[in-house]
């Protein structure tokens, strides 16, 4: 079976700009993919690019191992949900899930009793003649899917769709996304900026910067694996520190910094003498009052201590100013502001990315 | 425009137009300014067509030619119809000449008459445009900033019924209004003002009164959309602060409505200045205008060249002016005429 | 808001001299169409008739130009409202480079007087209908058409724009994304979002079409508009017929301009009734919800 969506070498400009480089990547049929990154990474532009709206300047997109290029959106087997939603107020409900159908020119007995199915899928049953307007934002995001839906697209792409909900509505409706891509099986394409849906809903994960996608994954790989910095930093909180590797051995590598020589893991081979960031996570930081016997721990001021029930999130300070995050479990013992303490992790806790120049 | 240059000219210039136009998006698209589907993919083939055709027409057998052939004609002698294109169809400014200096045979130096209801005409428009201004504003202000809904729907309701009586009708009003019999005369004369009815419309007073009523709708209307944008907490916050009513307004609703006081001037010193009804029902067998002397070079000197160079004098005034109003306030020429 | 009474008092003058100058004339003139002498006067009022009426509705010219008027307007309504939409969608897709050029010239028929559009279209097109051996459009009722379509399309196109400046983009995408073709996104789409811009320009073509003089008495040549049979009484004299197509005119506007209103609140109510159904639909959907767990 071939691939669902295929992207070989795309790069998409607008005059200087350059929205999208060199984005390689397969994504296989009944995936839920995710592209992740901040707003202006180029993620909307690809999938724009995929639907049909933009044309590559260079590369090729394949839906179905078919070739896309000078196919406009119209003829393409995508079906694309708006961060808008884009419904038609001036059609009713029955009428918006319809109007792919209608512009096919599938006679209207057919078209209505397909609409009638699709309407009981998203719980509408009761509301096909109502308008647009009448709908709360749930209901109005369920008429956006059925709508898609009855075009029987190869492939769903959903650009922002929950960004308006309220957050209550929001979790709620990412359970039902992902319920529906189960049910009927075909490939979603979902663009998000917000880390926890992409995380929740995804088989895999393109995290996405500058126009440049920077590492592929599961949820787990992303989070826990991450290749760049940008990853790094971008899903989940971490707390990096800069400095140069001096040692190198078994996977591990040691780094010189201004808080000390700190050990972490080495997974993408820096060698010695190298720019390096070491990312710990805040869950990861261990506070005691005596020093660590491997190294791998500074001593940092409290600033700052939140209490939220389950966790703790401290705030503390090193010698170099800069400010640095701890999470504690419950049941921890919670230092006091002002408090000077000494901070430590475990070396496989610690990873080590290449500096990027321009940082 | 005569002759086979002048038919190469018309169907030549939307030609190059079109060309232009076409290189402009192409180069502006390589360049970055533009993105996105280009206009027949983005139209379909069809409704670009209907879009370029209706446009085209438009632009061009609408508005441009047309002013161009009037342009042309303005600088082209009197002839018969069979001499035209012919040895003797060369270009002159016997007809701006004229304006200036009148008939060749006449003795007097200057055209006095025409250059005086030149002036006249401009200077009057311009006191009607100030005056009507003056007398909309409050009204258009209190229309948007304080007035009730329901009070400013019976206000609208109000200003509406008259706008659509045409402006033939209005100056009629006035006529009958004003005649020696009408009346106000019958007004005057009662209360012991005057013993004998005053002619109105032989002093012209009549006709600057039309006028000025002609187009008070004119400016009422961008007035009152302009001031009605601003911010009420603006005006809020300045009387908080203690500011005098004249400063609020010469300092916060002016300057934020001036788009509307531009648009509502131009549109009212345009229509008096181009009256033609006005003068026709409400001015006396000596009054001065400058439109029904352009309307007088067609219809009773049948001398269309020099009929065209009349208008032609006029436009010219036109766009004068509101270059001079956009330039006092600042404004592009797209804020006004929304 | 302190205004003293004193300036309450001003202000309430003002409006009410205003209004007395804006609709004194008309209701006088008005009057006069109901009061039985031959010269229109409202005083002394000597009797109540409708003869005036009556001789109106006899006057053959004058009937004439009516039926004109009501075949040119709808005539400028039917070239002016697709032109002025087609103006208005080219506008928005236009290079900004060539969008402020292409403004001016299309803007350009507002701010020109109607004079001037009325002799540059008889002097174009007798000479071009000369050229081209098209002399059978060299006519009146075309001519005043086309002079009137110059500025009553830009009128079109500025009402459309407006409306078509809020489009939402996405909703063409959406359609076309949903396998229409543009020409059916063009009709299911664009146009039924601009149906109500589209009917005030209808309107507004219309009214202003039938109410023109400037233009119309250059480019009718040999025929007749109401207006042009109007400005050619006036210059016989004056009589309260004409007073009485004023009250008719008058009578006609107040009539639309109540119908209009009550549409309006017709459709506002409606509005507000799907706001609120979208409202309770809301709440219920957030009350079967648990709470969020915090972000």
């Known amino acids: ?359 | ?338 | 808001m302190t205004v003293s009474p004193f300036q309450r008092i001003l202000f309430a003058l003002y409006i009410a001299i205003f209004f007395i100058y804006l609709l004194g004339p008309l209701a006088v003139m008005g009057a006069s169409a109901f009061n039985t002498p031959e010269y229109p006067q409202v005083w002394p009022f000597e009797g109540f008739t409708l003869d005036w009426f009556g001789k109106l509705f006899a006057d053959q010219d004058m009937m004439y130009g009516l039926k004109m008027s009501l075949w040119i307007g709808l005539l400028v309504v039917c070239i002016s409202v697709p032109i002025g939409l087609a103006g208005a969608i080219v506008m928005t897709q236009i290079t900004p480079r060539a969008r402020s050029l292409y403004y001016l010239v299309v803007v350009s028929p507002v701010l020109t007087p109607g004079i001037i559009i009325g002799i540059s279209t008889v002097v174009f097109w007798r000479q071009f209908t000369g050229q081209t051996g098209t002399r059978f459009l060299y006519d009146g009722v075309i001519l005043t058409v086309f002079g009137q379509a110059s500025f009553i399309s830009a009128y079109c196109m500025l009402i459309i724009l407006a409306r078509l400046q809020r489009f939402d983009r996405a909703q063409e995408e959406a359609a076309l994304d949903l396998g229409a073709s543009y020409p059916q996104v063009f009709f299911h789409i664009l146009l039924p979002f601009l149906k109500p811009a589209l009917f005030s320009a209808a309107v507004l073509a219309f009214l202003s079409s039938f109410e023109n003089y400037n233009t119309t008495t250059f480019s009718i040549l040999a025929e007749k508009t109401l207006t042009t049979v109007l400005a050619g009484r006036m210059r016989q004299g004056t009589t309260p017929a004409i007073s009485a197509l004023a009250v008719i005119i008058v009578a006609v506007t107040v009539l639309g301009a109540i119908v209009y209103e009550i549409l309006k609140r017709r459709a506002d109510a409606a509005a507000v009734q799907r706001q609120r159904a979208a409202q309770a639909a809301e709440e219920e959907e957030l009350a079967g919800m648990p709470s969020p767990a915090p972000a």
């Open chain 2, 1 to 338: 425009m005569s002759g086979i240059g002048g038919l190469t000219l018309t169907i030549g210039l939307p030609l190059v137009a079109a060309l232009v136009l076409v290189a402009l998006s192409a180069y502006e698209r390589r360049a970055g300014a533009a993105t996105g589907p280009g206009f027949f993919q983005r139209n379909g083939l069809a409704i670009g067509l209907y879009l370029v055709v209706a446009v085209g027409f438009w632009a061009f057998f609408i508005i441009l030619l047309p002013q161009l052939a009037m342009v042309d004609m303005s600088f082209r002698p009197k002839l018969p119809p069979a001499q035209m294109g012919g040895p003797k169809d060369l270009y002159t400014l016997e007809n701006y000449r004229y304006f200036l200096f009148g008939s060749t045979t006449s003795t007097a130096e200057w055209n006095w008459i025409h250059i005086k209801a030149f002036f006249l005409t401009i200077g009057v428009s311009v006191v009607i445009t100030a005056f009507n201004f003056v007398i909309c504003y409050p009204l258009a202000f209190h229309m948007a900033q304080s007035a009730t809904l329901a009070r400013l729907r019976m206000l609208l309701l109000l200003l509406i019924i008259p706008y659509w009586v045409n402006e033939i009708l209005r100056a009629f009003a006035f006529r009958v209004l004003l005649s020696s019999g009408g009346i106000i005369n019958q007004l005057l004369m009662g209360s012991g003002i005057t013993s004998e009815p005053f002619d109105f419309l032989a002093a012209d007073i009549g006709l600057y009164m039309g006028l000025s009523y002609a187009y008070l709708l004119m400016m009422i209307f961008p007035l009152y959309n302009a001031i009605e944008s601003l911010d009420k907490n603006q005006i809020e916050a300045a009387r908080d602060l203690g500011a005098p009513w004249w400063h609020i307004h010469a300092f916060i609703v002016m300057p934020h409505s001036k788009p509307g006081i531009a648009s509502g001037c131009t549109l009212v010193f345009m229509l008096t200045a181009g009256a033609l009804a006005a003068p026709l029902v409400l001015g006396g067998p000596r009054t001065l205008w400058f439109t029904p002397i352009v309307y007088d070079r067609f219809y009773q000197a049948f001398n269309w060249p020099q009929g065209a160079a009349y208008a032609l004098i006029l436009l010219v005034t036109c766009i004068v002016f509101v270059l001079v109003v956009l330039k006092a306030f600042r404004l592009s020429l797209g804020e006004i005429t929304r």
């Open chain 1, 1 to 359: 079976m071939a691939a669902a969506v295929e992207l070989e070498g795309v790069n998409v400009t607008f005059g200087d700009f350059v929205a999208v480089r060199q984005a390689n990547l397969t994504i296989e049929p009944g995936e839920f993919f995710s592209f992740l990154g901040p707003s202006g990474c180029g993620k909307t532009t690809l999938l724009r690019t995929i639907s049909g709206f933009i044309e590559p300047t260079h590369g090729n997109v394949r839906i179905g191992g078919q070739d896309m290029k000078g196919i406009g959106p119209n003829r393409r087997p995508t079906a694309l949900i708006f961060q808008n939603l884009a419904l038609f107020p001036m059609m009713s409900v029955a009428e918006n899930i319809g109007y792919g159908l209608r512009v096919r020119g599938v006679p209207r007995h057919e078209r209505d009793e397909k609409v009638k199915n699709l309407l009981i899928q998203v719980a509408l049953t009761e509301h096909g003649h109502k308008r647009v307007a009448e709908l709360s934002g749930g209901q109005k995001q369920r008429v956006a899917i059925a709508r898609a839906l009855a075009v029987e697209p190869k492939v769903l792409l959903l650009d922002e769709p929950l960004s308006a909900l309220d957050l209550k509505l929001r979790q709620h409706m990412r359970t039902e996304l992902r319920a529906i891509q189960k049910k009927v099986g075909i490939t979603f394409i979902y663009i998000t900026h917000d880390q926890g849906e992409a995380l929740t809903m995804s088989d895999r994960i393109a995290v996405m910067n500058a126009g440049v996608i920077e590492q592929v994954g599961d949820g787990r790989a992303v989070y826990a694996e991450p290749r760049t910095p940008f990853v790094a930093a971008f899903v989940g909180e971490n707390n990096q520190i800069r400095g140069r590797i001096t040692q190198v051995a078994d996977g591990f590598a040691t780094l010189e910094t201004p808080l000390g020589l700190l050990k972490g893991r080495n997974p993408v081979g820096l060698g010695a003498g190298e720019e390096a960031l070491l990312f710990v996570r805040p869950e990861a930081l261990r506070l005691g009052h005596d020093g660590q016997a491997n190294g791998s721990g500074f001593e940092a001021e409290t600033l700052d201590v939140a209490y939220e029930g389950s966790v703790t999130h401290v705030t503390l300070r090193v010698r170099t100013g800069q400010k640095i995050t701890a999470t504690l479990g419950a049941g921890s013992a919670l230092p006091a502001p002002g408090e000077m303490l000494c901070l430590g992790f475990a070396p496989q806790d610690g990873l080590l990315l290449k500096r990027p120049e321009r940082a």
